[in-house]
């Protein structure tokens, strides 16, 4: 059974975090949804008002890989067990077949949100995520290990697509040059919507497409590993403000949560790919802590 650390799910709730939220940029910064699981153990979100309770894609993952950590650690065995396939199979029902006209009609699978927030202004809905994207394939191929049902592949092979569909074209991926070999995964998706470029959201999203291919070696999950690490390399820079760590690309700083979240992530890319320029700026990004700008707290 692959292991789930409790540091790379502590990492995994300060995003979710982020997607749980309904402020304006500080989506990202507080908890304003309260998650709780429903009948069936799927975690369910209570934003208390205008937005109700929902099901978020990202919140119900992350619960999924909760109760996975709990059956490794022999905590409520069968219960987190039937959570976590009830977790699974709540993915498989809620994928959302599309059809790609950019390659003669073939088939991929999203989960998208169906409810409005506001998040970098209000976003109407339908609106995807490259990092709920990835996760969920990644609960998904845990429960197939477990089981070995197919249904649990054949979902996850058809959300896997859809990081290759353009991304004005209902993708989750930006394609950063020319050739292809580096692209961006957007935690907001939406055609015609500002492109936010955060960077936790893209680095965690790699994070799940290494452990989904660890786990199936799934070519594909490879390629869009590769091609995201492409673009750290060439843009890390551009997030170094020289005294700490921009959120995105549209000159909003990180707070102190996600700026450690990013050197941890960065270390663990660094342990993947044994990239020196990740090691480079974790530990830069360290050093930075001594000089935490007060907008960041």
């Known amino acids: 059974m692959p292991l789930v650390s409790k540091h790379f799910l502590k990492v995994i709730f300060l995003l979710v975090l982020g997607l749980a939220s309904s402020l304006a940029f500080t989506p990202f910064l507080s908890l304003q949804a309260e998650p709780e699981p429903d009948e069936n153990g799927v975690m369910i979100s209570d934003y208390h008002g205008v937005q109700r309770k929902v099901y978020n894609p990202l919140i119900a993952a992350n619960g999924g890989l909760l109760y996975y950590r709990d059956l490794e650690n022999f905590v409520n065995t069968e219960k987190s067990k039937q959570y976590f396939l ?34 970098y202004g209000w976003v109407e809905p339908p609106y995807n995520s490259a990092l709920a994207q990835a996760e969920s394939i990644y609960v998904l191929a845990l429960a197939y290990d477990l089981t070995g049902d197919e249904r649990y592949l054949t979902t996850a092979n058809k959300a896997m697509k859809a990081f290759f569909v353009d991304y004005d074209a209902g993708g989750i991926a930006t394609a950063e040059t020319h050739d292809g070999s580096s692209i961006f995964l957007q935690i907001l998706a939406k055609p015609g919507f500002v492109k936010t470029y955060v960077l936790n959201g893209h680095t965690q999203a790699l994070i799940f497409m290494w452990r989904y291919y660890e786990l199936t070696n799934d070519a594909n999950a490879k390629i869009i590993f590769d091609k995201g690490v492409n673009y750290l390399k060439d843009n890390l820079w551009r997030y170094d403000t020289g005294s700490w760590s921009s959120y995105d690309l549209l000159d909003n700083l990180a707070t102190i949560e996600y700026h450690k979240a990013e050197i941890s992530q960065l270390k663990e890319l660094y342990d993947i790919t044994g990239e020196n320029i990740f090691n480079e700026y974790a530990g830069r990004f360290e050093k930075y802590l001594k000089l935490m700008p007060l907008d960041a707290k």
């Open 86 to 119: 009830n977790t699974a199979d709540w993915l498989v029902e809620n994928s959302i077949n599309e059809t790609n006209e950019l390659r003669s009609g073939e088939e991929y699978a999203v989960w998208e949100y169906d409810f409005p927030w506001r998040f």
